[in-house]
């Protein structure tokens, strides 16, 4: 109610929210079928994909290498340079894969994940081992190739041909047939970088051809209406993605076939933006319903699930302001939030941008959806960000523009090449390190310098090692060239991505376990600086005893000493601290235009593995127990409500952290209803407008999660919010299974 008042907040009645402006449309059978023909694909049945199984899996597990891409890397030994060699390899795979056209899909454009017989996995086997011992291994030790927002508008606009024709018209001013017989080593990097581009991309429309022609094969003995929609979708696929989009239709399959195709994480960007022209035409020329339009819309959205396995992240935001400032939010902004209750999924990974001019509606709807137990939306500060990009050099046109790449880290749509999580600091542990390292006549000012010089030690250390990563990538090609082609400005520049072909790129080091350290510091200061009831020596010895014999202080820090995340002012002011000291490393370090180094505090999972592999911590963390998630509090330290958790988390200035920054909020199903409605919204409002940059929900209760440990069999599709990302809780492991359980729940 005091945050009501002071921001003025309308809220809606029951009337009303039942009077939305654009009600949603339910679920149909055909969407149910469609749910039922993808979960029973490879990635979704993938419960860890990080083991070796049937598909071997280099790098973090994100890319499948198929026997199609190693027959191709092997066949082109002789290519004049590694990249040229990847792009043939990438071709193969294109060229090798089979058209896959499920039984009731409207859109269509999957992964190809073949059933090998024995004598292929044999093969399989072997240039697997070939590949890994051949003189480039990239795929193993360099950069993330995906984690990228592509420019989906462009596609649609120009097509295929239109970017082939940009690329021939950028080799024709090479000008190579007047050069001298030694041209410059420039030039001749553009012209590779060109052909490998042309070399993939003629292998797209190869396989967008053959699904045009597997289509109108199964329509031939195909009864009506299946008989129709297979012709439609052939005479789709004859035109898209090749030539530019005419229609809503359109395209969506453009858009799915190209990223249906690449094996990694690349989101659906802003859809209500670059879709909302053809659907709004389509709906006034009287040839697609709102009924149709969802139905595809939700075939749409059901793809990102068979390209996206457990522990990771792929989706779409929706909402904010564009670049004059107006509100983005029109009916495609509804009906993909409609799509998400409809799927019922971890992916894709839904968000709402939020700021002054949302809608109640549209935040009501919004929370409607939560309180079934489905964990997306997630609430973007839609102003903090596009104004904290703007500082960090993007132009307002680009900022306004932004997407959640994966999971809560900040990138700019078809400009970007976000470095997500590239290194991690665990600041508990480098806190028990600096304490190590500090004498007896220590004060705590000198403390907490000597922290901040290891921080900034480490982050220097690990940076040199990932800049040498990307070195290499620049060197040899480490990514699908096909994709630069909707990354400006590289075919401008005639620079793949890790040549520095992007416009902008950013460094997002991450900085885990945020509040552990917070905590830890507060212990510090007050148990051995002010009531001095033991020396930093006899503390570390303690901690790394794991408190034993000592569970009375452990009790005593716990229940009696400040805590992040109550809105205490000395815990708040110790955070806000540490946030500006972390935040002067980056300020402090000279960065190239476009080169930006920005820090988060989103973890992923590294909270609950990091934590495991460590000790025990100065705010009583018992050994190998999970850090504090994200910005969020320590794990049930949070004692005071929700409204308290917040006041805390805006003390200090978040947004320069689009490294990530993610604020996870715990209720009982009893406790965020409809009804509850407009209390979320004003806390909501209330947290953006004092800086919050993201806040996800999580509607479930300890009983269920409990239960769901206990008898794992009957919550299968119980999905839970993690950190950025959603999960279904029965597949992590015990450590994230235990953090998730010991949040406060309101």
């Given at each position: 109610?005091?945050?009501?008042?002071?921001?003025?907040i309308?809220?809606?009645?029951?009337?009303?929210?039942?009077?939305?402006?654009?009600?949603?449309?339910?679920?149909t059978?055909?969407?149910?079928?469609?749910?039922?023909?993808?979960?029973?694909?490879?990635?979704?049945?993938?419960d860890?994909?990080?083991?070796?199984?049937?598909?071997?899996?280099?790098?973090?597990?994100?890319?499948?290498?198929?026997?199609g891409f190693?027959?191709?890397?092997?066949?082109?030994?002789?290519a004049p340079?590694?990249?040229r060699r990847r792009?043939?390899?990438?071709?193969a795979?294109?060229?090798?894969?089979?058209?896959?056209?499920t039984?009731?899909?409207?859109?269509?454009?999957?992964?190809?994940?073949?059933e090998?017989?024995?004598?292929?996995?044999?093969?399989?086997?072997?240039?697997?081992?070939?590949?890994?011992?051949?003189?480039v291994?990239?795929?193993?030790r360099?950069?993330?190739?995906?984690h990228?927002?592509?420019?989906?508008?462009?596609?649609?606009r120009?097509?295929?041909?239109?970017i082939?024709a940009?690329?021939?018209?950028?080799?024709?001013e090479?000008?190579l047939?007047?050069r001298?017989?030694?041209?410059e080593f420039?030039?001749m990097?553009?012209?590779d970088?060109?052909?490998?581009?042309?070399?993939?991309?003629?292998a797209l429309?190869?396989l967008?051809k053959?699904?045009a022609?597997?289509?109108?094969e199964?329509?031939?003995?195909?009864?009506?209406?299946?008989?129709?929609e297979?012709?439609?979708?052939?005479?789709?696929?004859?035109?898209?993605?090749?030539?530019?989009?005419?229609?809503?239709?359109?395209?969506?399959?453009?858009?799915?076939?190209?990223?249906?195709?690449?094996?990694?994480?690349y989101?659906?960007?802003?859809?209500?933006?670059?879709?909302?022209?053809?659907?709004?035409?389509?709906v006034?020329?009287?040839?697609?319903?709102?009924?149709?339009?969802?139905?595809?819309?939700?075939?749409?959205?059901?793809?990102?699930?068979?390209?996206?396995?457990?522990?990771a992240?792929c989706?779409?935001?929706?909402?904010?302001q564009?670049?004059?400032?107006?509100?983005?939010?029109?009916?495609?902004?509804?009906?993909?939030?409609?799509?998400?209750e409809?799927?019922r999924?971890?992916?894709?990974?839904?968000?709402?941008?939020?700021n002054d001019?949302t809608?109640?509606?549209?935040?009501?709807y919004?929370v409607?959806?939560?309180?079934?137990?489905?964990?997306?939306?997630?609430?973007?500060?839609d102003?903090?960000?596009?104004?904290?990009?703007?500082?960090?050099?993007?132009?307002?046109?680009?900022?306004?523009?932004?997407?959640?790449?994966?999971c809560?880290?900040?990138?700019?749509?078809?400009?970007t090449?976000s470095?997500?999580?590239?290194f991690?600091?665990?600041?508990?542990?480098?806190l028990k390190?600096?304490?190590?390292?500090?004498?007896?006549?220590?004060?705590f000012?000198?403390?907490?310098s000597?922290?901040?010089e290891?921080?900034s030690?480490?982050l220097?250390?690990?940076?040199?090692?990932?800049v040498?990563r990307?070195l290499?990538?620049?060197r040899?090609?480490n990514?699908?060239m096909r994709?630069c082609?909707?990354?400006?400005?590289?075919?401008?520049?005639g620079r793949?991505i890790?040549?520095?072909?992007?416009?902008?790129?950013?460094?997002?080091?991450i900085l885990?376990?945020?509040?552990t350290?917070?905590?830890?510091?507060?212990?510090?200061?007050?148990?051995?600086?002010?009531?001095k009831?033991l020396?930093?020596?006899?503390?570390?010895?303690?901690v790394?005893?794991d408190?034993?014999g000592?569970?009375?202080l452990?009790?005593?820090?716990?229940h009696?000493?400040p805590?992040?995340?109550?809105?205490?002012q000395?815990?708040d002011?110790?955070a806000?601290?540490?946030?500006?000291?972390?935040?002067?490393i980056?300020?402090?370090?000279p960065?190239?235009?476009?080169?930006?180094?920005?820090?988060?505090?989103?973890s992923?999972?590294?909270h609950?593995?990091?934590?495991?592999?460590d000790?025990?911590s100065?705010?009583?963390?018992?050994?190998?127990f999970s850090?504090?998630?994200g910005?969020?509090?320590?794990q049930?330290?949070?004692?005071?409500?929700?409204?308290?958790?917040?006041?805390?988390l805006?003390?200090?200035?978040q947004?320069a952290?689009?490294?990530g920054?993610?604020?996870?909020?715990?209720?009982?199903?009893?406790h965020?209803?409809?009804?509850?409605?407009?209390?979320?919204?004003?806390m909501?409002?209330?947290?953006?407008?004092r800086?919050?940059?993201?806040?996800?929900?999580?509607?479930v209760?300890?009983?269920?999660l409990?239960?769901?440990?206990?008898?794992?069999?009957?919550?299968?599709?119980?999905?839970?919010?993690?950190?950025?990302?959603?999960?279904?809780y029965?597949?992590?492991?015990?450590a994230?299974?235990e953090e998730?359980?010991?949040?406060?729940?309101?």
């Open positions: 109610a005091r945050h009501r008042q002071a921001l003025k309308r809220t809606h009645t029951h009337k009303e929210v039942c009077e939305m402006k654009y009600p949603p449309i339910a679920m059978w055909r969407t149910q079928k469609i749910r039922e023909e993808y979960l029973k694909m490879p990635v979704p049945q993938e860890n994909p990080y083991l070796d199984k049937k598909y071997k899996h280099f790098c973090t597990g994100d890319r499948w290498i198929t026997l190693l027959e191709g890397w092997l066949a082109h030994e002789d340079t590694t990249r792009s043939y390899a990438e071709a795979e294109l060229y090798a894969a089979q058209p896959i056209i039984e009731h899909e409207l859109l269509t454009g999957h992964l190809y994940l073949p090998y017989t024995p004598e292929e996995q044999k093969r399989y086997d072997q240039l697997c081992e070939m590949f890994r011992m051949s003189s291994t990239l795929l193993e360099g950069p993330r190739i995906d990228l927002s592509l420019d989906l508008e462009k596609l649609l120009i097509g295929i041909s239109g082939v940009e690329i021939h018209a950028r080799m024709a090479l000008n047939q007047d001298n017989v030694y041209p420039e030039v990097k553009q012209y970088f060109y052909e490998c581009c042309l070399l993939e991309l003629e429309k190869d967008q053959r699904y022609q597997k289509a109108r199964m329509a031939e003995t195909a009864p009506e209406p299946r008989k129709s297979l012709s439609q979708m052939a005479e789709i696929l004859e035109w898209v993605p090749e030539h530019p989009a005419r229609n809503f239709r359109e395209a969506l399959q453009s858009v799915q076939f190209f990223l249906g195709t690449l094996f990694g994480l989101p659906l960007n802003r859809p209500d933006r670059y879709l909302y022209p053809y659907y709004a035409e389509d006034r020329a009287g040839v697609l319903t709102r009924d149709e339009a969802q139905e595809l819309i939700d075939n749409f959205c059901l793809h990102v699930s068979t390209r996206v396995f457990s522990r992240a989706g779409f935001i929706v909402g904010g564009d670049a004059q400032g107006n509100l983005v939010e029109n009916e495609l902004t509804y009906m993909f939030l409609t799509a998400l409809h799927i999924m971890p992916d894709p990974n839904g968000a709402l941008a939020v001019q809608s109640d509606d549209i935040l009501h919004s409607e959806i939560l309180s079934k137990g489905i964990t997306h939306p997630a609430f973007y500060n102003s903090a960000i596009v104004e904290s990009l703007m500082r960090y050099g993007c132009s307002r046109e680009d900022a306004v523009n932004y997407i959640h790449t994966t809560a880290e900040i990138s700019v749509v078809g400009k090449k470095h997500t999580t590239p991690m600091v665990a600041l508990p542990k480098t390190e600096t304490v190590r390292a500090c004498g007896k006549e220590t004060t000012a000198q403390l907490q000597a922290y901040i290891q921080i030690m480490q220097s250390k690990d940076c040199f090692r990932y040498m990307m290499e990538a620049s040899n090609g990514e699908p994709v082609c909707l990354v400006e400005d590289c075919i401008s520049r793949s890790f040549e520095g072909g992007e416009r902008y790129s950013f460094l997002q080091p885990v376990g945020f509040s350290a917070v905590d830890s510091l507060i212990a510090l200061k007050t148990l051995v600086f002010e009531e009831r020396t930093l020596s006899e503390f570390i010895q303690t790394d005893q408190f034993a000592n569970e009375a452990r009790q005593y820090i716990i009696k000493l805590h992040y995340g109550n809105d205490n000395e815990a002011a110790m806000a601290w540490l946030a500006e000291n972390i935040l002067h980056f300020q402090d370090s960065m190239l235009a476009g080169r930006i180094m920005m820090p988060g505090t989103f992923y999972v590294t609950a593995g990091l934590g495991a592999q000790g025990a100065f705010d009583g963390r018992r050994a190998h850090y504090s998630d910005c969020g509090p320590v049930g330290r949070d004692v005071n409500g929700p409204t308290a958790m917040m006041l805390s805006t003390s200090w200035e947004s952290y689009l490294g920054m993610v604020v996870n909020v715990k209720f009982a199903p009893k965020l209803t409809p009804e509850h409605a407009d209390s979320f919204i004003a909501l409002r209330a947290f953006l407008q800086g919050g940059i993201e806040m996800q929900v999580n509607v209760d300890r009983e269920t409990l239960d769901a440990r206990k008898h794992p069999e009957n919550h299968r599709d119980l999905i839970v919010r993690i950190g950025g990302y959603s999960d279904y029965v597949r992590l492991s015990d994230l299974q998730i359980l010991e949040r406060r729940e309101y």
